[in-house]
T-cell receptor, first 113, second 113 residues
Framework: GQQVMQIPQYQHVQEGEDFTTYCNSS?????IQWYKQRPGGHPVFLIQ?????EVKKQKRLTFQFGEAKKNSSLHITATQTTDVGTYFC?????????????FGKGTLLTVNP | DGGITQSPKYLFRKEGQNVTLSCEQN?????MYWYRQDPGQGLRLIYYSQIVNDFQKGDIAEGYSVSREKKESFPLTVTSAQKNPTAFYLCASMRREGLGEQYFGPGTRLTVT
C-alpha cells in the first residue's frame, strides 16, 4: 500500500535545541495529519494540513506542507522535556478511501534536560 | 466525559487461545478503527468500520476478526491464527463527515506466551 516515509527514526536533543521531523511520499498527498504519542500513551492529534505550501504554527511547533504536496515537516523550536514522545505523520484518503489513515513509522524525540 | 475506552489495559493469554479486545466510544462517531503498534513499526491498520454492520480489512487483517453490531462498540478478536499476537493494540474513531482527526483510546497491551 501507499507509504509515507518519516525521518529520522530517532532524535536526541539537549533541552533548548531545535528539532525537525520530515515526512516524504513518492506520490502526491491529499492531506497530512500529525500526531504525538507520549511514552506509554496513545496518539493525540496535533494538526491537519491540506493546502499546497501551507504553514501552520502552534506555539513552538511549526508545520509545513510542501508545494508539491509530497512532503511535510514538523519543527519544534527550543525543545522542552514536555516535548518528549513519538511524532507521527499520517496521510488521510490513502488508497482512495476517505476513512483510512496511513501512518509513517514515527520519530522518537528524547530531550536531555 | 466523551471519549474512547479500551479494556483491559494489559492482557495475558496462552498461545492457541482466542482473545477479544474491547473498544467503546461515546463520541457518536460513525467510523472506528483498530491498529497494531510494534516498536519501530508505527501504527498498522488491522480493520476499520465506516458504519454499523459494515467493516473492511486493513493492511494486516490476517488472524484477526471484528464485528460492528452497535455504533458505540467495535470489538477485536485476536485468533490463534495470528502468528505474532503480542503487541500494543489501539482503537480509534472518527466522524464520518469530511476530513477529520482520529481519536484514540488508551490501548491494550496484549502478551501471548
Amino acid at each position: 500500500g501507499q507509504q509515507v516515509m518519516q525521518i529520522p527514526q530517532y532524535q536526541h536533543v539537549q533541552e533548548g535545541e531545535d528539532f525537525t521531523t520530515y515526512c516524504n511520499s513518492s506520490t502526491t498527498l491529499s492531506n497530512i495529519q500529525w500526531y504525538k504519542q507520549r511514552p506509554g500513551g496513545h496518539p493525540v492529534f496535533l494538526i491537519q494540513l491540506v493546502k499546497s505550501g501551507e504553514v501552520k504554527k502552534q506555539k513552538r511547533l511549526t508545520f509545513q506542507f510542501g508545494e508539491a504536496k509530497k512532503n511535510s515537516s514538523l519543527h519544534i523550536t527550543a525543545t522542552q522535556t514536555t516535548d518528549v514522545g513519538t511524532y507521527f505523520c499520517a496521510e488521510q484518503n490513502s488508497g482512495g478511501s476517505n476513512y483510512k489513515l496511513t501512518f509513517g513509522k514515527g520519530t522518537l524525540l528524547t530531550v536531555n534536560p | 466525559d466523551g471519549g474512547i475506552t479500551q479494556s483491559p489495559k494489559y492482557l495475558f493469554r496462552k498461545e492457541g487461545q482466542n482473545v477479544t479486545l474491547s473498544c467503546e466510544q461515546n463520541l457518536n462517531h460513525d467510523a472506528m478503527y483498530w491498529y497494531r503498534q510494534d516498536p519501530g513499526q508505527g501504527l498498522r491498520l488491522i480493520y476499520y468500520s465506516q458504519i454499523v454492520n459494515d467493516f473492511q480489512k486493513g493492511d494486516i487483517a490476517e488472524g484477526y476478526s471484528v464485528s460492528r453490531e452497535k455504533k458505540e462498540s467495535f470489538p477485536l478478536t485476536v485468533t490463534s491464527a495470528q502468528k505474532n499476537p503480542t503487541a500494543f493494540y489501539l482503537c480509534a474513531s472518527m466522524r464520518r463527515e469530511g476530513l477529520g482527526e482520529q481519536y484514540f483510546g488508551p490501548g491494550t497491551r496484549l502478551t501471548v506466551t
